[in-house]
């Protein structure tokens, strides 16, 4: 994505096998997507040496594996090796930054960037360290979106942050049904893609991103609920007070009534109200009572 509006990009990794599958890929997923936006691809160059790659760059961004230790350390190694005014971004889907930069002196240019599978999806959820500074995000932000990303700042810190939070909750319940022998992965997944429209499946998607990730990645959010006390937050119904209090009570019921979750206008809620009201109005005028009925009615003779 960086490179599609003609951007250099220095791509690094120790491993040369890593480099030479990555030049297949750039080459191939680059040029695509470039001629499908009518742009023009910027200079990829492949390096095992990092401070080859950081050293002129505006912007390094973290993503190696899910381990605590190696995050710390290259995040570190990072910001030795960018220039002082280089934003150093960590693509973690668990960690904090801020549990990440005990190496890093320049604490202020660093952030959580979570992508996720760019070009074919192009929300980046971006979220402070706890000492990033406030310039970095308006000018991230319009960068990303020159480049045809779609960035999210996270209100507040958040193990997770937004999605992998909803994500963690959907694996979550999913492998709790197949350990217990409740549903198979094929009916899970058949359930989901039915539902919601999905190309793919919850167990589908798990494969995808590796099981053994799945794993690393699930005992943090699960170390991190037994910090935060979780049994006692979910006891104090503390979302369904909020709900309550802000929405229901109030009437904002979702689309029958607007107001809901959603920010819809609630003058085209209400004028789709009076037009489905006049709609049934209508019949009941034209026709007879029974007739209404039977175009009204539900059959569930087969539940």
Same mark, same amino acid.
């Given at each position: 994505?960086?490179?599609?509006?003609?951007?250099?990009?220095?791509?690094?990794?120790? !491993?040369?096998?890593?480099?030479?599958?990555?030049?297949?890929?750039?080459? /191939?997923?680059? !040029?695509?997507?470039?001629?499908?936006?009518?742009? #023009?691809?910027? #200079?990829?160059?492949?390096?095992?040496?990092?401070?080859?790659?950081?050293?002129?760059?505006?912007?390094?961004?973290?993503?190696?594996?899910?381990?605590?230790?190696?995050?710390?350390?290259?995040?570190?190694?990072?910001?030795?090796?960018?220039?002082?005014?280089?934003?150093?971004?960590?693509? !973690?889907?668990?960690?904090?930054?801020?549990?990440?930069?005990?190496?890093?002196?320049?604490?202020?240019?660093?952030?959580?960037?979570?992508?996720?599978?760019?070009?074919?999806?192009?929300?980046?959820?971006?979220?402070?360290?706890?000492?990033?500074?406030?310039?970095?995000?308006?000018?991230?932000?319009?960068?990303?979106?020159?480049?045809?990303?779609?960035?999210?700042?996270?209100?507040?810190?958040?193990?997770?942050?937004?999605?992998?939070?909803?994500?963690?909750?959907?694996?979550?319940?999913?492998?709790?049904?197949?350990?217990?022998?409740?549903?198979?992965?094929?009916?899970? /997944?058949?359930?989901?893609?039915?539902?919601?429209?999905?190309?793919?499946?919850?167990?589908?998607?798990?494969?995808?991103?590796?099981?053994?990730?799945?794993?690393?990645?699930?005992?943090?959010?699960?170390?991190?609920?037994?910090?935060?006390?979780?049994?006692?937050?979910?006891?104090?119904?503390?979302?369904?007070?909020?709900?309550?209090?802000?929405?229901?009570?109030?009437?904002?019921?979702?689309?029958?009534?607007?107001?809901?979750?959603?920010?819809?206008?609630?003058?085209?809620?209400?004028?789709?109200?009076?037009?489905?009201?006049?709609?049934?109005?209508?019949?009941?005028?034209?026709?007879?009572?029974?007739?209404?009925?039977?175009? #009204?009615?539900?059959?569930?003779?087969?539940?």
């Amino acid at each position: 994505m960086w490179a599609s509006t003609g951007s250099p990009v220095n791509l690094y990794d120790i !491993s040369p096998s890593a480099l030479k599958s990555a030049t297949v890929y750039v080459a /191939d997923t680059l !040029s695509t997507y470039c001629s499908e936006q009518g742009t #023009h691809p910027g #200079h990829v160059r492949f390096t095992t040496d990092l401070v080859d790659a950081a050293s002129n760059s505006w912007m390094v961004i973290e993503a190696v594996p899910e381990e605590i230790e190696v995050k710390i350390s290259v995040l570190g190694r990072i910001d030795r090796s960018a220039p002082k005014d280089a934003i150093i971004a960590t693509n !973690s889907s668990s960690f904090k930054s801020r549990e990440l930069v005990s190496e890093v002196k320049g604490r202020e240019r660093v952030l959580n960037t979570l992508y996720y599978i760019p070009p074919g999806n192009k929300c980046v959820e971006l979220m402070s360290c706890g000492y990033t500074s406030p310039s970095v995000f308006p000018f991230i932000v319009a960068n990303m979106r020159e480049v045809g990303l779609m960035p999210m700042v996270v209100g507040n810190e958040s193990t997770g942050m937004i999605f992998p939070r909803i994500w963690a909750a959907m694996k979550r319940e999913t492998l709790r049904e197949l350990q217990e022998g409740v549903a198979s992965a094929e009916e899970v /997944d058949e359930l989901f893609r039915d539902f919601f429209g999905a190309e793919k499946g919850i167990c589908e998607k798990m494969d995808e991103v590796g099981l053994d990730t799945v794993v690393k990645v699930e005992r943090k959010f699960l170390e991190d609920k037994e910090t935060r006390d979780e049994t006692r937050l979910w006891r104090e119904h503390k979302h369904l007070n909020w709900l309550e209090r802000e929405f229901v009570e109030k009437g904002r019921l979702g689309d029958k009534s607007g107001g809901g979750l959603l920010a819809r206008n609630e003058e085209v809620v209400e004028q789709e109200k009076k037009k489905e009201e006049k709609k049934i109005q209508d019949l009941d005028d034209e026709l007879p009572a029974q007739k209404t009925w039977q175009i #009204h009615a539900v059959d569930l003779s087969g539940l």
